[in-house]
């Protein structure tokens, strides 16, 4: 059988019946997706398994921590400095355990695939794969799970495990974002308006001597009153600096992995890609970027926070990483759901593992020692929204790509499916009269690269529910009664914490919570604000979505949502007194 590896490919096959899919991703141009998920052959996911998901997270995070210990060592000496493994950790760690977990998931279907012992060929198109060297995480991040990205690093698994292939000259090649070139009045304001504060941003950057705060994802106006009260001059975001990237050096790269590239399986194939798909910034413009960045950035902070830029932005993961070498302490601020709840969460391991501090939203590590909780600085001082007694049921999706591409407690690849699947079997149970009040909030985050609910939902009969409006979240439950929220995520936090009428459902296989966090989810069934099936929880909409108010403000509600609260989503009103004397005590 010939072996059909994505949607890229599917659309070059004839639907023959020896054909067989790789996974669910293929499907992405199905006319009705969820009716064709058992349609065709394919190979049984791996991760499909959530025990042996979480038996890889541990593998993975082994063979991680080897590669970036040897990584360490070699870039030490490509670069002439002496640098220790926390200095990688926060320049190169988060594209490399993206890049192993993504590249272990990928080998793995095809060896999945190979063990069936019925594929015999696939299709092998043009591709040279110096295209999909990245000038930074930020291009990675485009790519790795776009349908081209993946159709390459199928093909170079399919190769290295020896399955034979059938040659076609179809080139494959990255599909860069297309610049607009026609700018309107409001662009040319923004430009100008970026252009002003980068400007301005390096022109203070040596009085920034207390604690700096980059990428603290709040409002702009929260960031100024919190930096006045530490009695700074308001520093808004780090200046641009522009780069023109080098061509790859075949002599540089080839003294990554050497302990590793002669492996046989999965370790010699990791070292051949880390040589070929390393970002330049961390090898060929290392040295001229980290001038950049020191000379552009503040020179003598007293500590440094941030909340998201320590995972994609590669101007600030040098800064930090050097300044940190120096023993100024990093602090990173919890910026969204999952933290502290998720039985895996990669990206969490991650921050805490690189930071002197890390701020939770109230709980504590029992493996760690380093978190602190604090109130939410994204959460607190909010403005209450009151519920609208017959107001619209606000139905908030989530959105994930086709691939896998994180180590986190979630629904990943074809499991999405599943998640479409059931949201569209709670609205089936919905009362015709609750149901015409339903308002669906599309997450669009991931919308190029995930799958098509909307059009899932109209074969269902349910777009005309679909909010058309470009309103944010706060805006929409200021016209509703009722959220329901349908994954472990901060939406749900939010409404929470906010005391707005909220119903939370999703599949419990496929958000593992961990040990020390399951009693305080087990508060909200108890409280029936959460439920594990489509079916209860649109049975408990149709009970309540009448009087919200009667079982929202019940004593057995509110009680379970405040202890919920205190540990997930702790709210202050004198968080900023609290943030600053945190702050200033660094």
């Not at 299709?123 to 991040?141: H, R, V």
């Not at 993961?317 to 990173?332: F, M, T, Y």
């Amino acid at each position: 059988m010939r072996l059909i590896k994505t949607a890229i490919d599917r659309c070059h096959a004839d639907d023959s019946q020896h054909d067989v899919l790789l996974g669910d991703w293929c499907l992405k141009d199905e006319e009705d997706v969820l009716g064709s998920k058992n349609k065709y052959n394919k190979i049984p996911y791996h991760w499909n398994n959530r025990e042996k998901f979480s038996r890889d997270y541990i593998y993975l995070d082994q063979l991680y921590e080897r590669t970036l210990t040897q990584l360490g060592l070699e870039l030490n000496k490509l670069h002439s400095v002496d640098q220790n493994l926390r200095y990688w950790r926060i320049l190169i760690g988060p594209w490399l355990r993206f890049l192993v977990d993504a590249l272990f998931d990928r080998y793995e279907c095809v060896r999945e695939a190979k063990a069936i012992g019925t594929v015999t060929s696939f299709n092998l198109f043009s591709y040279s794969l110096d295209d999909w060297c990245p000038a930074d995480f930020s291009e990675f991040w485009d790519h790795f799970t776009s349908d081209e990205w993946n159709e390459v690093i199928f093909s170079e698994c399919l190769l290295d495990q020896g399955i034979a292939y059938t040659y076609s000259d179809k080139c494959i090649v990255p599909l860069y974002l297309k610049i607009n070139e026609n700018f309107n009045f409001s662009t040319i304001v923004k430009n100008r308006l970026k252009s002003a504060i980068s400007i301005y941003s390096k022109a203070i950057r040596h009085r920034q001597t207390g604690s700096v705060i980059i990428g603290a994802y709040v409002p702009i106006n929260r960031l100024i009153r919190l930096q006045l009260r530490l009695g700074q001059i308001p520093y808004i975001s780090i200046p641009e600096i522009s780069l023109k990237y080098s061509a790859k050096s075949v002599n540089i790269r080839d003294n990554l992995c050497r302990k590793s590239i002669l492996s046989e399986g999965f370790d010699g194939f990791l070292a051949k890609l880390i040589r070929l798909l390393m970002p330049k910034v961390y090898l060929e413009d290392f040295s001229t970027l980290r001038t950049m960045v020191m000379n552009a950035l503040p020179s003598n902070p007293q500590s440094i926070f941030t909340a998201n830029a320590y995972h994609a932005n590669d101007v600030f993961k040098i800064w930090a990483a050097e300044k940190v070498s120096q023993g100024v302490p990093l602090i990173i601020g919890q910026h969204g759901g999952t933290f502290g709840m998720s039985f895996l969460n990669q990206s969490e391991d991650h921050q805490l593992r690189i930071a002197n501090k890390f701020v939770s939203w109230g709980w504590e590590s029992k493996v760690r020692n380093n978190v602190i909780g604090l109130p939410s600085f994204q959460l607190s001082g909010r403005t209450p929204i009151i519920a609208c007694p017959n107001g619209k049921i606000l139905h908030v999706l989530s959105s994930l790509p086709r691939y896998f591409y994180q180590h986190f407690s979630m629904p990943i690849a074809g499991q999405f499916l599943d998640y479409i699947n059931n949201q569209i079997n709670f609205l089936n149970e919905l009362e015709t009269g609750f149901l015409d009040n339903v308002c669906i909030r599309l997450d669009s985050s991931g919308e190029s690269r995930g799958w098509n609910i909307p059009k899932a939902l109209d074969l269902a009969g349910y777009s005309q529910y679909i909010d058309k409006s470009n309103d944010r979240i706060p805006s929409l439950l200021g016209k509703s009664r009722l959220c329901v929220c349908t994954h472990n995520a901060t939406v749900f936090l939010e409404c929470l914490a906010m005391n707005f009428p909220t119903i939370i459902f999703w599949e419990s296989s496929h958000h593992e919570i961990r040990p020390d966090a399951v009693t305080f989810f087990d508060l909200l069934v108890e409280a029936e604000v959460l439920f594990y099936t489509p079916h209860e929880a649109a049975k408990k909409v149709n009970s309540v979505a009448g009087n919200v108010d009667e079982w929202w403000y019940s004593e057995k509600v509110q009680s379970a949502r405040l202890e919920f609260c205190e540990r997930f989503a702790q709210t202050s009103s004198d968080w900023l007194d609290e943030w600053s004397s945190f702050l200033l005590s660094k």
